[in-house]
């Protein structure tokens, strides 16, 4: 008979092979079987832990039973048995209380989405996921995210830059609804006329538009030729009768450096605004996605932001995530437990990708689902013991090839006499202080 770690460890590997994936493979009943089975032998494998360790702080951070038995039955909307979940990793050790309650409050939060999505659903059929954010602006949004990404109760239908959303057993057009509600009210002061013919109009299912008024700027002939030359032009007024010149431009490589080349001729203009997908977007996050997106398209390279060179390599899909092999790694989140396994700590990374990903979730290359697909892929733990390719560091691990890059060390000898400090010897310790300087500068690069 198996003992306790080995058979969690054993169905560790069942469930992830077994666990719904973004790409649709995977088997939610199976896995739901295996997790059960693994919560079934959860205390004894818990025990077993606190009893080798002697402490309860050693318990794994990630226990995938628990972890994939919770998001599987939050899929299939049985916020009941989720919650039993919760319950039983309280009873078992596997959390603390601070730790259920937090994931008992999301339950809670998910739950509610779904009922206020359902009865939306059931009065208005089809209705466009992005319109949602509006009618319920109170509830948690991170919470309705996860259910529009993860529940299996709706039926999603491309619909532009946005789906339309169904229940089951309802009838659903052969062809999408062609009219796009607004994403987002903008204000009068901003902007009138043009913002209905924002909507009247057909975009790309990525878009952004770039607005202007009259300017005395010596470069606004030149800015209006840019405008009229983009795929599409609107020329409307304002309340106030104000000229108001609109270039609408999609995501692809000519468009977008096409847009850069105008937004940076009138971005200091106190009449420019810039849309993105039907939200004004903020100066300072349309300069970061001009710098980083159009990096990406200058580079060629289609795997640009999984790192621009060695230094930025990421499993995300992003590099401004600054997680990356030389820039806070995924491998160095996380701790050791006595028997010197390092456990990943992925609610940590989550965080930090929560924090980071903010200026960039307008950028057309962003993908959520990516990220989180790349954090899914990470290891739960790593034993430098047995693996090969990590070694244990001081207080984490790394991997073998990085740890043994060649380092080599420039040792300069100073030896500067009371004699030698005079005036005249002035401007070459000046030069031989510089050299140092520029020493020590490739030493860090050589060891990098």
């Known amino acids: ?20 994936k973004k790409n649709g493979t995977g088997n939610i009943d199976e896995c739901i079987s295996y997790c059960e089975k693994g919560m079934d032998n959860l205390k004894a494998f818990i025990d077993e832990w606190v009893e080798d360790f002697g402490e309860v702080d050693a318990v794994p951070p990630s226990i995938y039973c628990r972890d994939q038995l919770i998001r599987c039955y939050l899929i ?21 209380e601070e730790e259920a309650n937090s994931s008992k409050l999301r339950i809670q939060q998910l739950e509610i989405a779904h009922q206020k999505v359902v009865d939306r659903l059931n009065k208005y059929p089809g209705t466009p996921q992005s319109d949602l954010y509006k009618v319920f602006p109170d509830l948690d949004r991170d919470a309705l995210k996860w259910y529009f990404a993860n529940s299996s109760s709706l039926i999603k239908r491309k619909h532009k830059n946005t789906y ?23 204000s009068n002061e901003i902007l009138t006329t043009s913002k209905e013919i924002i909507y009247l109009n057909k975009f790309p299912d990525w878009y952004v538009s770039v607005s202007f008024g009259d300017s ?11 405008a009229k030359s983009a795929p599409q032009f609107i020329e409307s007024k304002d309340e106030l009768d104000n000229n108001i010149y609109q270039a609408i431009f999609s995501n692809s490589s000519k468009e977008y450096l096409a847009f850069v080349s105008l937004y940076e001729l009138v971005s200091s203009w106190k009449s420019t605004f810039v849309i993105i997908n039907g939200e004004i977007m903020d100066r300072k ?28 390599e990421n499993p995300f899909g992003c590099h401004r995530l600054q997680i990356s092999a030389f820039n806070n790694p995924w491998w160095s989140f996380g701790r050791f437990d006595n028997k010197g396994v390092w456990w990943i700590d992925k609610d940590a990374i989550r965080k930090r990708i ?14 959520n689902d990516k990220v989180l697909s790349g954090l899914n892929s990470l290891p739960d733990f790593i034993n430098p013991k047995k693996d090969p ?11 073998k090839e990085i740890n043994n890059s060649n380092q080599r060390e420039v040792n300069i000898d100073l030896k500067l ?23 020590a500068a490739l030493s860090f690069l050589i060891i990098l």
């Open 76 to 96: 299939k909307g049985d916020y009941d048995k989720a919650s039993d979940a919760v319950k039983r990793s309280l009873e078992y050790g596997a959390w603390s």
């Open 216 to 226: 005395s700027s010596k470069n606004f002939a030149k800015a209006l030729t840019l």
């Open 1 to 20: 008979m198996k003992n306790p770690s080995d058979l969690h460890f054993e169905l560790h590997n069942k469930i992830e092979e077994t666990r719904p």
């Open 164 to 186: 339309s959303l169904w229940l089951p057993g309802q009838e659903i057009p052969k062809e999408n609804i062609k009219e796009l509600s607004p994403v987002k009210e903008i």
């Open 354 to 367: 929560a924090e980071y990903s903010v200026p960039y979730l307008s950028c057309p290359a962003f993908s």
């Open 285 to 312: 996050i349309i300069g970061g996605l001009n710098y980083c997106y159009g990096d990406k398209i200058r580079s060629g390279n289609p795997e640009f932001c999984y790192g621009a060179s060695m230094f930025t």
């Open 417 to 439: 006499t009371d004699s030698t400090l005079t005036k005249k010897n002035a401007g070459c310790l000046t030069t031989v202080l510089s050299l140092v300087t520029i020493v």
């Open 389 to 399: 390719n990590w070694i244990a560091t001081k207080d984490s691990v790394s991997p």
